[in-house]
């Protein structure tokens, strides 16, 4: 399996502009997240679903921020429109079982800066 | 909540020595612990993980134990090499919450040649 797919690495764009980060989950994970790391604020959880219905957002920051899931081999998180303190590196990452009883697989991240 | 401390936020060892990292829970109710090693610029990755019914787990260099009425874990890496320098996160989850994974704020590992 090619694991936990992101794109882009990298993303650089101006304040004010719309962002969105894709990710493909491992084929067969029931669970994918979205989380978010920072060096103040460490790796904080955005939001989670759960056979594509969005189970918590509670971590989501603001409605600058929405995440959906359309299929189970797909998810975006958009922000609009983007702001210099939502620089950070973007994970996702997928799971087989609820976090609470397997272990989370994490893609290569997208590291955006917003100038 | 849970809320998950962990310490030492910065470990510098010689090259052979010990490297322990400990953290402490909040929710009694967490019931996973998995530990995550990040090197720079790379994604967190599972290193190992001890669930609420067990109180120790080895795998070769690296161990975990778990006191569940102090709520206080920990990694214990033995005859550390200078590929083990990197970020470890200790993390923990339950039905609290949702199932949600939260993470410690961790430790950044100096393994000195």
């Known amino acids: 399996d090619a694991g936990v797919i992101q794109s882009p690495r990298h993303e650089v764009t101006e304040m004010g502009q719309e962002v969105t980060l894709r990710c493909k989950p491992i084929?067969?994970?029931?669970?994918l997240f979205w989380y978010r790391q920072t060096m103040m604020r460490g790796l904080e959880l955005l939001i989670y679903f759960n056979n594509n219905v969005p189970i918590d957002d509670s971590g989501m920051p603001e409605d600058r921020f929405s995440a959906k899931m359309p299929n189970a081999s797909f998810s975006t998180l958009k922000i609009q429109p983007s702001e210099p303190r939502d620089s950070a590196v973007y994970f996702c990452?997928?799971?087989?079982?609820?976090?609470?009883?397997?272990?989370?697989?994490f893609g290569n991240g997208t590291r955006l800066t917003v100038t | 909540g849970e809320n998950v401390e962990q310490h030492p936020s910065t470990l510098s060892v010689q090259e052979g020595d010990s490297a322990v990292i400990k953290c402490t829970y909040s929710?009694?109710?967490?019931?996973?612990f998995p530990w995550y090693k990040q090197e720079l610029g790379k994604r967190p990755q599972l290193i190992i993980d001890i669930r609420s019914n067990v109180g120790e787990k080895k795998d070769q260099r690296i161990a975990v134990t778990l006191n569940k009425t102090a709520k206080h874990f920990s990694l214990h890496i033995t005859e550390t090499q200078p590929e083990d320098s990197a970020v470890y996160f200790c993390?923990?989850?339950?039905?609290?919450?949702?199932?949600?994974?939260?993470f410690g704020a961790g430790t950044r590992l100096f393994v000195k040649a």
């Open positions: 993390a923990a989850s339950g039905a609290t919450g949702g199932f949600k994974t939260i």
């Open positions: 084929s067969g994970h029931d669970y």
């Open positions: 929710d009694s109710a967490s019931n996973y």
């Open positions: 990452a997928s799971s087989l079982l609820p976090q609470g009883n397997s272990p989370l697989h």
